[in-house]
């Protein structure tokens, strides 16, 4: 399968703890993007990068988010001191550089308890 | 900031009815939308897209859209649906990221 990948794609964590998923991206996708979707609504722009360069963060990536992406290639989102309002479905998203579409992920499912 | 809004946020039908959701954005400018399916358990697909041109535009499994500019509206449809569109739809709208609607369960039933 050469779409998007998450892994892991599920994480159960105890609130405090800090976790980390990755995204591998469709092969040469210059654009990586970071969604969050809760149950009942659609999801939500968290950041994008292009190559390495994180363009842009929402509003809603506070300061115990981080993101990455070093070469380009796959990136990480760590959530730091977890809360239970961090429950939800991270979905990384990628782009070709030549298409507006987006190919989406699995996504990995948070569950803080 | 864009917004979009999905009119339905569940259809119940029986097979060979026909499916229209709604969905209206907030942006005046050129806007490039989407509509993505997620069937039970998978992840988001792209169902169809408007960029530019004709205004109806025809996407995968006999899905198609309008796209009414004065409307603000990209309103998906299908004349006849079946079990397996079982799935939840989102209504999209692009400005280098996706601003989504918060869907639209829809339930075929046989």
């Known amino acids: 399968d050469t779409g998007v990948s998450q892994d892991p794609r599920h994480k159960i964590t105890k609130r405090g703890q800090n976790v980390t998923f990755r995204c591998d991206p469709i092969?040469?996708?210059?654009?990586l993007y970071w969604y969050r979707q809760t149950l009942g609504q659609g999801p939500e722009f968290l950041t994008y990068?292009?190559?390495?360069?994180?363009?842009?963060k929402s509003r809603l990536l506070s300061d115990r988010f981080s993101a990455e992406r070093p070469k380009g290639s796959f990136s990480t989102l760590e959530i730091q001191r977890t809360e239970q309002g961090d429950s939800a479905m991270y979905l990384c998203?990628?782009?070709?550089?030549?298409?507006?579409?987006?190919?989406f992920g699995p996504g990995t499912r948070l569950t803080v308890t | 900031a864009q917004s979009v809004s999905q009119h339905n946020h569940h259809v119940i039908l029986s097979e060979a009815a026909s499916l229209e959701l709604g969905c209206n954005y907030s942006?005046?400018?050129?806007?490039?939308l989407f509509w993505y399916v997620q069937y039970p358990g998978q992840h988001l697909q792209l169902l169809l897209k408007?960029?530019?041109?004709?205004?109806l535009v025809k996407g995968i499994k006999g899905f198609e859209a309008e796209f009414i500019k004065s409307k603000f509206s990209f309103n998906l449809r299908k004349p006849s649906v079946q079990w397996s569109d079982t799935a939840e739809y989102f209504c999209?709208?692009?400005?280098?990221?996706?601003?989504f609607g918060a869907g639209t369960t829809v339930t075929v039933r046989a």
């Open positions: 998203a990628s782009s070709p550089r030549t298409s507006l579409e987006q190919y």
């Open positions: 999209a709208v692009e400005d280098y990221k996706l601003s």
């Open positions: 092969s040469e996708h210059n654009r």
């Open positions: 942006y005046g400018g050129t806007v490039n």
């Open positions: 990068f292009q190559n390495e360069a994180q363009l842009e």
């Open positions: 408007y960029f530019s041109g004709d205004p």
